[in-house]
């Protein structure tokens, strides 16, 4: 365990970290930042991660829908996602190009866009329907999927918003029908993985609710980061 002792961290930034288990016993933090996965986080004997949940669902209502195991809660939820897409692609149209840039490392919009073309492609295809089609090429995969172009991505694509919204629509369209016809017994059996080494291998033995979560989650959670970054942009000098 690394111990850091009367060290100045001021304006340090920690990115893809594994934080589990940390300590911060006689810390100064003021005006800091977290963002990510956090559970069980105590602050000065307080475990807060409550009200922080509690609130973010008054914020979203949406948070509470796609968390539910009712199929009709799911669809709402679906439905709400796409709408909230809807709106920022409107916004985006509004400054051409804005959808490439970048701010503090992360992902442009249209690379946001492209990731959820692969999550689609991961958690969706291949672990609701036990698809073993090849990834869309224009798909963005994180760093850890083995073999990314054998499965069909495509590190070198540089597609257009236009284009990646239409590949968006299609996969859109194909979960709806779906969900149109999902049942609650349906979301409990075991995810219909093929049985080979295609990613996400580790998804191997979760229901199709919990593949489905990690689809709706990902829409939610990268809607938030791309709406984060745009205000940035917009605030800023240059923007």
């Known amino acids: 365990m690394k111990r850091y002792v ?31 996965l956090v559970t069980n986080l105590v602050v000065n004997g307080v475990e807060v991660m409550g009200y922080v ?18 199929p009709a809660d799911l669809r709402r939820g679906w439905r709400q996602l796409r709408s909230d897409w809807e709106a920022t692609v ?37 672990c609701c329907l036990g698809s073993t089609d090849l990834f869309t090429p224009m798909g963005l995969g994180i760093e850890s999927v083995p073999s990314r172009e054998e499965q069909g991505l495509d590190p070198t694509a540089e597609p257009t918003l236009e284009e990646v919204l239409t590949v968006r629509d299609e996969q859109a369209a194909e979960l709806e029908r779906w969900l149109d016809a999902l049942t609650s017994e349906q979301l409990q059996q075991p995810a219909p993985l093929a049985d080979n080494d295609l990613w996400p291998t580790y998804a191997r033995g979760r229901s199709v609710r919990q593949c489905l979560g990690t689809v709706l989650g990902e829409e939610f959670e990268h809607h938030q980061f791309c709406v984060r970054d745009l205000d940035l942009i917009e605030r800023s000098p240059a923007g």
């Not at 970290?17 to 930042?33: F, I, K, W």
């Not at 949940?53 to 009712?70: Q, T, Y």
């Not at 701010?103 to 690379?111: F, I, L, P, T």
């Open 90 to 126: 409107a916004r985006m149209r509004v400054t051409p190009g804005i959808e490439h840039e970048s701010v503090n490392d992360e992902w442009s919009a249209v690379q946001t866009l492209r990731h959820l073309v692969f999550v689609h492609d991961s958690w969706f295809r291949r």
């Open 53 to 70: 949940e509690a609130e973010l669902d008054r914020r979203h209502p949406v948070r509470r829908l796609i968390r539910s195991d009712d």
């Open 6 to 36: 009367d060290e100045d961290l001021e304006g340090a930034e920690f990115r893809e970290c594994n934080l589990s288990n940390t300590r911060l016993v006689g810390v100064v933090m003021q005006d800091a930042v977290i963002d990510g």
